[in-house]
């Protein structure tokens, strides 16, 4: 049960496809990266996601052409609380990244992805029906898992897991 | 659950469509989904499926559980391939600790799934069938299904909710004879798997109601987030056993099924092909497997055995101890993702280095899968609605979680 201690510099990442392509755009967009049990962490300033990501997609060098999945963590209560989760995949490559997005809890709302990725568009909706997190742009914001008249996001933290009763 | 009240699609002067409700009791909705078509006479104009009725909150339930706890509820998201998940729930967990499973465990779990596969694609193939009028191929996939949910329960105790593997390795060594059990079936099962084409790939009814209906381009399919055989019916081979193989996949020989056509025969064809395959994985697991024990060799993680509780005293500490208050799994986050019978099954665990994960979070290939639905039906004939839904092959416990 021995677990090397994550790598977080970024001169030691920059070898990887995803974070050289990213740092040769813009360095300012990858506010920190991880490596950690073989899986790679890019934080990405939340003003850039959707350029960051159609970028990793349509790159030749990195291929990152699937959403495999978005999700969130909700922090409570520290800040910034929230941090949206996007795991892509590269089919031809056969590797994985994982792309964070931090946000506050004054304002959680980040650029929706469904014009890079239509497939965004179920994922978005239910992080935004359970944590309340709003993305725009995205084309039907709609509560997807609980009743269209329900109170509160479930998977926030402060909401009690027996609910309110 | 959003679309209680649609909102009204029509406009003055355009009286042509109408709005047709489907579900959530339809039986050709494989439980409860509810889809709302707008139709043109026999066409469809628009569809918006509709989900949530079988939300249960199990990722939020999760949040309260002990790391061994979780492994039962992971039963219930997909409950026709409980193996798939209780796997994919626990290769995360053991990433996060840095544990060695032994090899025993690792082959026992392949065999494990592929069986699981065999018995999710055989459910499938019989009410996909059943959905377009063949009502004889149910019975015979049924007859097949029951000899393995006998073995799950001869292996688990359970049919279905088996919770046969736990983190750090098997809950229990296989009872006796039992993989001559297994071995005596699958040495038969390809002789089955011909029955049921001999009733369905000639058929000219089955080939008129299946090909070309309901087509997706690979383009589309990759852009929905489309996996697994939904995925590979339009021609993209990406199968994760073979290519980004976890629990030991690598050491077994077998073909990913790939069709070009993207339409629900495709689709069809790859699933069955799909059969045969496991099957030889299963037999390739029982010919090659190795001895040794099915458990890590972590005591505070993994429960003693039985025996050892009755005579060494650090053994019953242990199991106290994991039982009244868990284990500490070291701060981090994983994403594990495994091949299953319906595509790209994820769990995504986030740690803060306590006993009870901090967040888990199922990428659900189904609820992926789903959104091709549109792209599929827009456009074709209202009774194509059902096939399409048949050959995504959805679980709706998946779903909704």
């Known amino acids: 049960m021995t677990i090397a201690p994550a790598i977080t510099d970024v001169e030691q990442l920059k070898g990887h496809p995803a974070v050289a392509r990213l740092l040769a755009w813009n360095p300012a967009v990858v506010t920190g990266v991880k490596f950690d049990r073989d899986e790679m962490t890019i934080y990405i300033d939340r003003a850039n996601i959707r350029e960051a990501c159609a970028l990793l997609r349509d790159d030749a060098e990195c291929v990152f052409n699937f959403l495999s999945d978005i999700t969130c963590v909700d922090w409570y209560p520290a800040e910034p609380r929230f941090e949206v989760i996007y795991h892509l995949l590269s089919i031809p490559k056969k590797e994985r990244v994982r792309l964070k997005v931090r946000l506050d809890s004054a304002s959680p709302a980040v650029e929706s992805l469904c014009s890079v990725w239509a497939g965004a568009n179920y994922f978005e909706r239910e992080i935004f029906d359970l944590f309340g997190i709003r993305f725009t742009g995205h084309p039907y914001l709609r509560r997807l898992l609980m009743p269209e008249d329900w109170e509160g996001h479930p998977l926030r933290k402060d909401y009690p897991v027996e609910g309110y009763r | ?401």
């Open chain 2, 1 to 401: 659950m959003a679309h209680l009240t649609p909102t009204p699609v029509l406009e003055p002067g355009q009286d042509r469509t109408m709005i047709l409700n489907m579900g959530p009791q339809h039986p050709s909705t494989h439980g409860v989904l509810r889809v709302l078509l707008e139709i043109d006479g026999e066409t469809v104009v628009r569809i918006m499926p509709d989900i949530g009725f079988l939300h249960t909150g199990i990722e939020k339930t999760c949040e309260a559980k002990f790391y061994q706890q979780v492994v039962p509820l992971t039963d219930r998201i997909d409950y026709l391939c409980p193996m798939t998940n209780n796997l994919c729930y626990v290769l995360a967990v053991e990433k996060l600790l840095g544990l060695e499973i032994p090899a025993k465990a690792q082959w026992m779990r392949v065999l494990m799934n592929e069986l699981t596969r065999i018995n999710s694609h055989l459910v499938w193939l019989g009410t996909h069938a059943m959905d377009i009028g063949a009502l004889t191929v149910f019975l015979y996939c049924f007859r097949e299904r029951e000899e393995i949910l006998k073995m799950f329960e001869a292996i688990s105790g359970q049919r279905m909710m088996t919770s046969y593997f736990r983190i750090g390795g098997l809950a229990l060594e296989p009872p006796l004879g039992f993989f001559e059990r297994v071995r005596e079936f699958a040495g038969r099962f390809p002789e089955k798997v011909d029955e049921y084409e001999n009733l369905l790939t000639g058929n000219p009814i089955w080939m008129m109601r299946t090909k070309g209906v309901a087509r997706m381009t690979a383009e589309d399919a990759i852009a929905l987030g489309a996996s697994g055989p939904t995925l590979r019916g339009s021609g993209v081979d990406i199968d994760l056993r073979r290519d980004m193989p976890y629990s030991g996949y690598e050491n077994f020989k077998f073909k990913v099924p790939v069709a070009q056509e993207g339409d629900v025969f495709a689709r069809y064809m790859c699933r069955v092909a799909e059969l045969r395959e496991s099957n030889k994985i299963v037999q390739q697991a029982l010919d090659g497997m190795p001895e040794g024990p099915i458990k890590a060799n972590a005591p505070g993680v993994v429960l003693p055995d039985r025996e050892k509780m009755k005579t060494q005293m650090e053994a019953l500490i242990y199991h106290f101890k994991i039982i009244t208050e868990g284990f500490a799994v070291p701060a981090g986050e994983v994403y594990q993702a495994v091949e299953s019978p319906r595509g790209e099954m994820g769990y995504y665990i986030v740690s803060d280095g306590t006993a009870k994960p901090y967040r888990v979070h199922m990428r659900a290939a189904c609820l992926a899968n789903l959104q091709t639905l549109p792209k599929m039906c827009e456009g074709g004939l209202i009774a194509d609605v059902v096939a399409a839904i048949g050959s995504i092959d959805i679980v709706l416990g998946e779903i909704d979680r």
